[in-house]
């Protein structure tokens, strides 16, 4: 399976790496699991992964440089 929306190019805008990306998308993921405020109004998506990716894409949610060392 491939992510085609949101594209992977956009958000590397954002993220300055492809793991930064995957642990930024996967913490995300689990805050809206576990029932956090969504960031948007409208999804494309309908699982958290898809959401989180969406919502990074939208700039609603980013790395916090203070927790990276």
């Given at each position: 399976?491939?992510?085609?929306?949101?594209?992977?190019?956009?958000?590397?805008?954002?993220?300055?790496?492809?793991?930064?990306?995957?642990?930024?998308?996967?913490?995300?993921?689990?805050?809206?699991?576990?029932?956090?405020p969504?960031?948007?109004?409208?999804?494309?998506?309908?699982?958290?992964?898809?959401?989180?990716?969406?919502?990074?894409?939208?700039?609603k949610?980013?790395?916090?440089?203070?927790?990276?060392?």
């Open positions: 399976m491939r992510v085609t929306y949101p594209s992977i190019d956009k958000l590397l805008d954002r993220v300055d790496s492809r793991y930064s990306l995957s642990v930024l998308a996967a913490k995300r993921a689990h805050e809206l699991e576990a029932g956090e969504e960031a948007l109004k409208n999804y494309k998506a309908l699982k958290p992964v898809g959401r989180a990716l969406e919502e990074i894409e939208a700039g949610v980013t790395v916090d440089s203070k927790s990276q060392g």
